[in-house]
């Protein structure tokens, strides 16, 4: 799928490699930024996706004849130990093949650049990269190569000196406002939700929290930058205009402020739209009449990123709330009818067979909750658990981990006794998920989803897991 306009500035091709799509395909929301950005400062864009695309990259590069090309590094790999797979041998093939065909200055980004800025830089042998926010810094790079002018004062930027070295200069500062709004192709936004993706809507940048693992602080910064109440309806409306009627607010935790989370909510209630949303929440200060406000505003779906229903492990883990928040707030969303889910990793630092089977034990305990599960934290630069595991001091660097996917499981547990101890879980309790969903799930939601359902559909796994045969 592309799209393209005409304008007078520089060509530039945004090229988004993700073909990932379990649950379901993830719709750019970052290149539509990007394109918008482009747009507004009178450069000419076209976006190429590969998982929409009618022609190869390559075509596409060779038809246009762009000045610049963008290519989004949404993940390194698909996050599972127990399954793992990486997706960097085909960013580098995919830049070789565009050395070959084209002079276009290639720009890499995107969150998974984003966590391996330098080390992504040289093994794909682009000009420059992007770490964090892309919108301001790809215009600014265009800028100053259109002047002459240096560019190692753009925030973000990454870039090779003449004698090899990856240089990257500060990020985006915390206080950089947030006030890019997509331009949404019609044609892609349409192919994406008749393949069952669901378009996000973001009303923050930036985490203040701390859990161990998450890159979110690293790459949108740790302060929390917030879009109007009216700004998101608005967004929201255009997406109804395109013919999309539900959404997911993409914010790492829709409710770090609470003020924030009513403003939006409030300001979506009044506008009475045809638009229904999930959201991430965390089970931190989540009353009731909170949650009753956001349903009135639209919400349907909560996925909670609790990560452990046991309190050491929640400690250790860095999550600011409790197995008796998680418990309260799970009770209020049941008790107004939203489908809620948890998202859990086992085997963090301070998990034990104890912490294991209490978070087993108090899953049973949350009427209507759906689980995600996932083995073992993937290891980042720059992280908490970075840190607490300290490769450096083996001698080990980022690179180390980039290419073959690292993913710290607490001794003496292992992937293999915590797979198999879940997986017997799982066999007694149907509302779980370990890894990738069931092919059965996939051909199901085709189905409702021809018949209006909208929303992810986790809820629907739980019956489909008990109808199969043992």
Known sequence: MISDHTSTGSRVLLANLNRYDQPYPVYPLSMAYLDSALREAGHTPLCWDAKMATETLEEAVLRFKPDYIGVSVRNVDNVQSHNPKSFIHELVACCRSLRSITK?????????????????????????GVAGEGERALVELIAARSRGADHRG???????????????APRTPNGELFTVEPFHDPELLKAYVAQ????????????????????????????????????VVEEMRR?????????????????????????????????????????FLRPRNLSKDLLELMKRAGMKHIEFGSDSLSDPALKHYGKSFTWEEIRASSAYAHE????????????????????????LLHSTQLPGAFFFGTIGMRIYPETPLWRHCNPEARGEKPADYLLEPRFYIEAPLTTQSLLARITTHRERHHNWILGDPPPEFNETMDKLRRRGVRGPMWEYVELLQRLQPA
């Open 104 to 128: 276009a200055t290639l720009v890499l980004g995107g969150s998974g650049f984003s966590v391996f800025p330098r080390e992504l830089l040289a093994v794909a042998d682009a000009d420059f």
């Open 154 to 168: 753009i925030f973000g930027l990454v870039w090779k000196e003449a004698d090899g070295r990856v240089v990257a």
């Open 196 to 231: 069952g993706s669901i378009p996000g809507v973001q009303t923050q940048r930036g985490c203040p929290l701390r859990c161990c693992y998450c890159t979110y602080p690293l790459i949108e910064g740790k302060k929390s930058r917030f879009r109007s109440g009216p700004q």
């Open 239 to 279: 997406l109804i205009s395109l013919g999309v009627h539900y959404t997911f607010i993409v914010d790492s935790v829709f409710n770090t402020s609470r003020e924030h989370t009513a403003q939006v909510c409030e300001a979506l209630a009044r506008a009475g739209l045809d638009m229904q949303w999930g959201c």
């Open 336 to 359: 107004l009818g939203l489908h809620y889910s948890h998202f859990l990793i086992f085997g963090g630092p301070g998990e034990t067979e104890a912490t294991v089977e209490e978070t």
